[in-house]
């Protein structure tokens, strides 16, 4: 198993003067520990589970842009793109872009969008959910036709793309998580078209991934080809008073087939808590 950091929350003591430097420490800690990927959320507001929207929140893809070059061994990934935040020919050549940039450390990470107040605050793009999850599907299609050789035009019910060039190609054909555990489009997405999916500690995890396996027969995919990750806090406690009843879910999951745990660590400017996971669950979870 492997455990990745989930960077969530940008407002730290120190301000945004000092932003760069909190999440240089946060990130290459976070990678010299062991943290296999390093992800940030793609929200332009905080989101309520968190703080309110007034908190401090970095647009996705600069701030992985950032992070490459500040890193060299985790993998990068918004966890997860808003489909309708960007375009998907612009969404493809900006993944490519950061794989190339980051040495082929790029993933994308992508689901179907959810938070209405601040695409409509900021006047993004936010039709119903039947239409997102449409347009999901054509952003998929397309994002692996420009990660090929294929340069023919692409008609879709929402997008039409005349001619699918990208150069550079990515270095490595990045793979796609699609987040969210709806059993009757998101999961079938997975097994169409992704190699990870992604679902929450609180979900009946077991049964998920029940649903995706019976998705992957009806599409003729290999379910054990998808890699499942699991994203849950990663709360150690103020001294790692926490660690223990976080290492039984962590065998918890293991035992239900789960390959990666990723998650938000708090008082993470404070870099202890990154230490103590480095230390203390890295090493287990390694061996689940």
Known sequence: MKIGLHIADFTYPSGPAHLA?????IATTAEEHGFTRVSVMDHL??????GPPEHEMLEAYTTLGYLAARTSRVELLAWVTAVTYREPGMLAKIVSTLDVLSGGRAML???????GDEANGLGLTFPPTAERFERLEETLQIVQQMWSEEEEPYAGTHYRLDRTLNRPQPLRRPPILIGGGGEKKTLRLVAQYAQACNLFAFDDVDRKLDVLRGHCEAVG???DEIEKTVMLPLDVGERGEKVDALRAE???LAKLGVHEVHGWVPRVWELTPLEIIGRELVPVAEEL
């Open 221 to 223: 995919r290999d379910y």
């Open 21 to 25: 430097e909190d999440l240089t420490r």
């Open 250 to 252: 962590l065998e918890r």
């Open 109 to 115: 990470g992508i689901g179907a969008a959810w938070n």
């Open 45 to 50: 507001w905080q989101i309520s589970v968190l």
